[in-house]
């Protein structure tokens, strides 16, 4: 089976733009699919050029209030969040046309959105996406890339559970180095296989921060320096263009197969 990817960090270390770019350039070898986790995210469509799908996973099984009374008999049940949503072995091919949106090799699926005042906490959403992420087979020259909010509660809620890998995304500051560290050590705890992505990297800030994470025993796979193409586009809300950080990108999917075992 192929790789399920999951791509974490701080809230604005550039999680979606690297979810983005690995999917430019992994859809040029074989399909990809994007899942949206993070209920709060807005832009991950413009930057792949897609259309939101008609539905999110959630409002496909019924909606918040559906998704929160199963989750709830679970933990009346078995005192665990881990609840059965889909069958097993769901292959991409399987999901509901109306959850999906895609453009040639790339498509993309949400998990669930906040969308009003007082609807409560995300825990359904973390929920669905662990169910979803365990059942959700791979096939030969398919890929999975997981994009999630900000911070490590996805963590907490399992959603790692059903992936193979997991990216850490650091940008230049401390909170990002923190975040890495104990994210690493999270992944360490659940027999994840992990790896450090550092990104907006400009030139003298490089050795401060590899040294900074080297204090911390931990070494990065890939270093994507800052570009003004990169943040003019999401300043104006544009997609990423297909060849921005080209050669970067590359070593990096050189670097995760290698994580994953495929080289």
Sequence with gaps: ????????????????????????????EGK??????????????????????????MDYLG?????????????????DEKVQMFAEKTTIDDLPPECMYGNGQVAWVRIGKIEHVMEGCAC????????????LIVGKDEW???????????????????????????????????????AISLCREAGKRHAVVLNKVVEEAEPVLKKMLAERGVEASGVL?????????????????????GSEINALVGKIKGLVGLI
């Design 1 to 28: 089976m192929m790789p399920k990817l999951l791509v974490c960090g701080r809230g604005g270390s550039g999680k979606s733009t690297l979810v983005a770019l690995l999917a430019q350039c992994l859809g040029e």
């Design 32 to 57: 990809v699919l994007v899942v949206d986790a993070d209920e709060s995210n807005l832009g991950l469509g413009t930057m792949l050029r897609l259309q939101p799908p008609e539905k999110t996973l």
């Design 63 to 79: 909606g918040k209030p559906a998704v929160r009374e199963k989750l709830m008999a679970a933990l009346r049940g078995s005192g």
């Design 124 to 135: 359904p959403m973390g929920a669905l996406a662990r169910s979803f992420l365990n059942n």
């Design 144 to 182: 999975v890339l997981v994009d999630t909010e900000a911070g490590v509660e996805h963590f907490g809620r399992g959603v790692l559970e059903g992936v193979d890998a997991v990216l850490l995304v650091a940008e230049p500051s401390h909170e990002s180095v923190v975040l890495v560290d104990k």
């Design 225 to 245: 320096p800052y570009s003004p193409a990169i943040s003019w586009a999401n300043l104006w809300g544009e997609p990423l263009e297909g060849g921005l950080m």
